[in-house]
C-alpha cells in the first residue's frame, strides 16, 4: 500500500511539472488571454470600447500659457528679446464624437469631434477676459509677409499707419485665444473675403470639429483598431512635398491597439501640426495602480535634415528648413508665419533658447507624452504640449519692423491633459486581475508540482529509513550467557 502511495505521488508531481512547464512554453493561456482581448477590442455598436471611443470618461483639461514681452522698445532696436510665463488658463474640454457611422460592413467608423472649452477659474492664474498680454501682433506681421514686393506693399504700410499699428499688440487673453476684430484683416477682407476679419490663435475653435474623420473599427485586423484612413474626405494631405511626409499615419491619439509592445513605435496624425508623427517608448511605470508604458516623441520627428533626411519634405518652400525642434506650419495656416515647437524650445536647437530671454525648457513640464496600459491599449495618462511661434525679421519695406533681430518668437503654449478616472482605473484593475488569474494558472500548476515533489521526497527518505532499522531480536549478541 504504501509503495502504491508513493507511486502515485510522484507520477503526479512529475506530470503537473511537465504540465506547467508545456504550458508556460507554449503560452497556451497567455494566447487566450490575447485573443480575447483582441476581439473586444473593436468599434461595434451596444460595447464598451465603443462607448468609452465614442464618449471618453476621463476629463480633459486644455492649460494656456502666454509669453509677455517686457521690452518691446528695445526689441525693435535689435536688442534680445525678454518675455515672462503667464499662466495656466485652464479650460474644460468636452470631446465627445457625433454624427457616428458604420460603413464597409462595419469595418470603418465615420465621426467629427467638436470640442468645446469652458473655463475653469479654480485652476486658473486669473481671469482672461481681464489679463492683458503683449505680444506679436500676428495680423500685422502676417499682412506684412503677404504683401512685401507686390503692388498691395504701399496699401499696406498706409493703413499700418493709418490704424498706428506696431510689431507689438496688447490684447486679453480671451482675445488673443479666441479671436476679436482686427481693422487691418477686416480691410482686406473687402478685397480678399477668403480672408478672416476675426483673429484668434483658437479662433473658431470651440464649439466646433476640425472635420470628418475616418477610422478602421479593428473588424479584421486589432493592429487597425481606430487607425485614420481619411480625414476630410481625403487619405492624404497635400501641404508637403514629398509623398512619406503627406501620409496619414496612426490614431488620433485618443486610443490605440492592445498588445503594445516596447519595440514599436505610435503612430498619431495631428491635425494641429498638420502632419503624423510617431512616438517610441522611454519608460515602465504605472498609473492609478495600472502598469502602463510611456511613449515619447522620437527625437528624430523634429530632427534638422541632416540627421533625418527625410524630414526635408516638411521644409517649404523646399530647402527653408528652420532647424531641430521647429516646424514651419506657414502652409496650412493661411500664410501666416506660424512656426509650432515643443514648449520652451524643449529639444530644439540651443540658438532658439538663447535668442530669446524667459525660456526654460524642462523635461518634466514641456515633454509631450503618452502613458499606455501595453494589454489593453489605453491611454490612462497624457499631455500634449505645444508651443505656437511667430518668425519675425526686419522688413525694410516696413518700417514698422525697426532692426529687429530674424527670431522664431514664442507666443504662447499648450498643455492639454487627461488623466484616468477612478471609476475607470477600478474597471481596468479588476480586467487585469482576471487575465493575472487565467495567465497565472501554469504557475499554481507547477506549484502544486513542487509540493507533491517535496511530498514524494519525504516519503521516500521515511520508506528506506524505517527498513534500514533493525529489530531488538537482530541486536542481540549472538552468543547469549
Known sequence: ??????????????????????????????????????????????????????????????????????????????????????????????????????????????????????????KSVGDPEVDLIRTV????????????????????EVLLLLYQESLFTVRSVHELLWGYRDRLLATIHVLHPEIDPVFGLFNKMNGTDDGEYVFLSGETNYLNFSRIVEWKGKESLSWWTTEACNMINGTDG????????????????????????????????????????????????????????????????????????????????????????????????????EDIEGMHPRKEYHETFLDINPLTGLVLQAAKRMQVNVHVRKLPEFFETGNIRTLIFPVMYINESVLIDEASASKLRHVLLEASVVTGIPFVIMALGIVFGIVFIVMVCRSQGTSEESTEEERSPLIRT
Open 137 to 156: 501682433n500676428i495680423p500685422a506681421v502676417t499682412a506684412m509677409e503677404w504683401t512685401r514686393s507686390t503692388p498691395m506693399q504701399f496699401a499696406t
Open 254 to 353: 485618443t486610443s490605440f491597439h492592445p498588445l503594445i509592445s516596447k519595440d514599436e513605435n505610435i503612430y498619431i496624425f495631428s491635425s494641429d501640426f498638420c502632419r503624423s508623427l510617431f512616438l517610441v517608448y522611454d519608460s515602465s511605470g504605472a498609473v492609478a495602480g495600472v502598469p502602463t508604458f510611456r511613449f515619447v516623441p522620437s527625437s528624430m520627428v523634429f530632427a534638422n535634415t541632416s540627421v533625418n533626411p527625410a524630414n526635408a519634405g516638411f521644409c517649404v518652400p523646399a530647402g527653408n528648413c528652420p532647424g531641430t525642434g521647429v516646424l514651419n506650419v506657414s502652409v496650412c495656416k493661411q500664410g501666416a508665419p506660424i512656426f509650432l515647437s515643443a514648449p520652451h524650445f524643449y529639444q530644439a536647437d540651443p540658438k532658439f533658447v
Open 1 to 122: 500500500m504504501k509503495s502504491l502511495c508513493l507511486v502515485t505521488v510522484g507520477v503526479l508531481a512529475m506530470t503537473l511539472l511537465i504540465a506547467s512547464i508545456s504550458l508556460l512554453v507554449a503560452h497556451v493561456f497567455q494566447t487566450v488571454v490575447d485573443l480575447q482581448v483582441k476581439q473586444g477590442t473593436v468599434l461595434k455598436n451596444g460595447t464598451e470600447t465603443f462607448e468609452a471611443w465614442e464618449d471618453p470618461p476621463p476629463p480633459v483639461y486644455m492649460q494656456f500659457y502666454f509669453f509677455n514681452v517686457t521690452n518691446p522698445l528695445e526689441v525693435l532696436q535689435g536688442a534680445t528679446p525678454l518675455v515672462e510665463e503667464i499662466g495656466p488658463y485652464t479650460y474644460r474640454e468636452y470631446r465627445p464624437r457625433v454624427h457616428v457611422q458604420f460603413l464597409d460592413n462595419g469595418t470603418k467608423v465615420s465621426a467629427l469631434n467638436p470640442k468645446t472649452y469652458v473655463f475653469e477659474p479654480q
